[in-house]
């Protein structure tokens, strides 16, 4: 499978179809017009640019747009590129070097030995 790289403008449209799951075009627009200020044409734009790179898929009649990558598989994929971009790849690396910076809570401390303890060898 290709990975989908999104840039922050596709996300904003992305995260209106994660939340809506359909949405026509014209909606998108008037919603990405109220809280970003992007003209319909903008908005468009990205949309096509979305179905282009098999993010988004269009539907008639209406333009009705639906996601076809979901939020957790760009998480995954963006903190991959993160960690290989920052850390050469080692997750150890940068949980350590991020846990060692933060204030966790006992809930946040003990969260994270379940999930370390739920993984095989």
């Not at 209106?16 to 908005?43: C, F, H, M, P, R």
């Not at 269009?58 to 290989?84: H, M, Y």
Request: charged share 30%; proline share 1%.
């Amino acid at each position: 499978m290709v990975e989908i790289r999104l840039h922050e403008g596709e996300l904003n449209i992305m995260e209106l179809l994660w939340s809506n799951k359909v949405l026509a075009a014209k909606d998108i627009s008037k919603i990405i017009k109220e809280y970003i200020g992007w003209e319909k044409n903008t908005t468009y734009t990205v949309i096509n640019r979305l179905i282009e790179k098999g993010a988004i898929k269009r539907e008639d009649p209406g333009f009705l747009c639906k996601a076809l990558i979901s939020k957790r598989t760009v998480q995954n994929i963006e903190t991959k590129v993160l960690l290989n971009k920052l850390y050469n790849g080692s997750l150890s690396s940068f949980l350590t070097e991020y846990v060692k910076n933060q204030d966790l809570s006992r809930a946040e401390i003990m969260e994270l030995e379940r999930i370390v303890g739920e993984q095989k060898f």
